[in-house]
């Protein structure tokens, strides 16, 4: 994958996509690569135990995937702007957005990170009160691409929704996660690569398989 890109992971609930990401931040972790994972959709002890659970060892990577936990969404980005002020002064964006920049860049900065998670777009959507959705999503992406990191927004795809939103439009990479029927009874995880830019991929669906603490990609059979 090209390096700086804003990768986008989507899918329905239940396909793995908040582990998938946090798998790629963990292994490039234990390389000594880091990497920031950014927590609206739950707490950071609500994530890390699931993860633990899955086989993962947090703990092993804590120093390389430091976790900024926003789980109470406004209420953690409200307490976080009080330790923050004064970052974002002389901003033109909104004061939570300019708070939530200064943060991930100060992190970046102490850090040196090469990896963001952001779990999930949809609630920092919501976190965000966007009002102009287009404008400021096309702003954010670019500020993500001027971070310099390889970033990954995990996303739902909302019940009746189609292909054209503007984060497919503007990202430069987009991962489809589904759960495939193969029996009345019985499903499989299938991964595909829809969009890459600067890449010659395939575009077919993979099977996605967790085994231990890692995934695997084979060849889907139908």
Not at 80 to 87: D, P, Q, S, T, Y
Not at 183 to 201: I, P, V, Y
């Amino acid at each position: 994958m090209p390096t700086g890109q804003v990768v986008l992971i989507r899918g329905a609930s239940g396909t793995m996509k908040s582990s998938l990401a946090y798998s790629i931040l963990y292994h490039n972790g234990q390389k000594g690569v880091k990497g920031l994972y950014v927590t609206l959709e739950q707490e950071a002890a609500s994530l890390l135990h699931q993860m633990a659970a899955l086989g993962f060892k947090p703990a092993s990577v804590s120093d390389s995937v430091p976790i900024l936990d926003l789980g109470k969404g406004r209420v953690h980005l409200e307490k976080l702007a009080e330790k923050v002020r004064g970052l974002a002064q002389g901003r033109s964006e909104r004061p939570l957005t300019a708070i939530l920049r200064a943060k991930i860049q100060q992190l970046k900065k102490q850090f040196g990170l090469d990896l963001l998670v952001i779990d999930s777009w949809n609630a920092l959507e919501l976190v965000l009160e966007f009002q102009d959705r287009r404008g400021e999503t096309f702003e954010f992406f670019e500020w993500l691409r001027a971070l310099g990191t390889t970033t990954f927004l995990i996303a739902e795809l909302p019940a009746g929704a189609e292909d054209g939103l503007e984060e497919e439009f503007l990202s430069d990479a987009i991962f489809r996660v589904r759960l495939e029927p193969v029996t009345d009874t019985a499903f499989q995880r299938r991964l595909q690569c829809s969009k890459m830019r600067s890449a010659n991929h395939s575009s077919d669906f993979f099977t996605l398989v967790f085994e231990g603490d890692h995934f695997e990609v084979a060849k889907a059979i139908s």
